[in-house]
């Protein structure tokens, strides 16, 4: 089964500053997909950015980027440029690319990163 | 478009009880998937449906149901309820369920709480 572990429950970072959130995962598969999403307090979950496992270059959308490993099965995401509205729980999350097959995510147990103005 | 729209948005229910959750997802999409989220156990999956049939189910007990309709929309039901029941649920939708990269779009979730 596969697992995907946030060693980090806490993060902070002032405002227009850099931040990394680091998430590992295990899995025997050789073809996944891999996401962050972000739930500020308002609950719902708002995908962040996500990435190809056959994908050899790093995916970025905007002020937010991501350093894949995947040799070392490692997913950090990068936020260049910290806003107040950054503020939010943020998920490390896992998927089998099985064409046809489920698509289920498996979570990492989420960080909180507060941003101070 | 519409995102997903989860209702109620709140419920509180006593143990024993039994509760319904209503999903609706994004036009066009067939694939819906249930989380639930606790503070203690984080995110974990419940099950999923594409096409009016479970395509897969997570290791919760049978007192956790759920369906599709035709039309997409799903619901999920907990018989006799306990405590431990109460959390946060999230619905999830998808466009195609065939495992491509599209991401999965989640509501805001129904929030249950068990006096």
């Known amino acids: 089964a596969q697992t995907v572990t946030q060693s980090q429950p806490e993060m902070s970072v002032q405002e227009a500053e850099t931040v990394t959130l680091s998430c590992t995962y295990d899995t025997s598969e050789s073809d996944y997909y891999l996401f962050w999403y972000k739930q500020p307090p308002s609950r719902q979950m708002i995908l962040v950015i996500r990435?190809?496992?056959?994908?050899?270059q790093n995916a970025t959308e905007n002020r937010f980027s991501v350093n894949f490993q995947k040799a070392a099965k490692s997913f950090s995401l990068k936020i260049s440029d910290s806003q107040l509205g950054d503020a939010a729980m943020y998920f490390c999350a896992y998927r089998s690319a099985n064409w046809g097959g489920s698509e289920k995510l498996v979570f990492g147990k989420g960080m909180k990163l507060t941003v101070n103005p | 478009k519409a995102g997903v729209t989860q209702t109620p948005r709140y419920l509180i229910k006593t143990r024993g009880q039994q509760v319904t959750l209503s999903c609706s997802p994004i036009s066009g999409h067939r694939s819906v998937s249930w989380y639930q989220q606790t503070p203690g156990q984080g995110l974990q999956f419940l099950f999923e449906?594409?096409?009016?049939?479970?395509?897969n189910k997570g290791n919760f007990p049978g007192r956790f149901s759920g369906r599709q309709f035709s039309n997409s929309r799903s619901e999920m039901n907990v018989s006799t309820l306990e405590l431990g029941d109460s959390a946060l649920y999230l619905c999830?939708?998808?466009?195609?369920?065939?495992?491509?990269?599209?991401?999965?779009?989640f509501g805001d979730g129904t929030r249950l709480s068990i006096l």
């Open positions: 999830a939708s998808s466009l195609e369920g065939t495992g491509s990269n599209q991401p999965q779009h």
């Open positions: 990435q190809e496992a056959y994908k050899q």
């Open positions: 449906y594409f096409s009016e049939t479970q395509r």
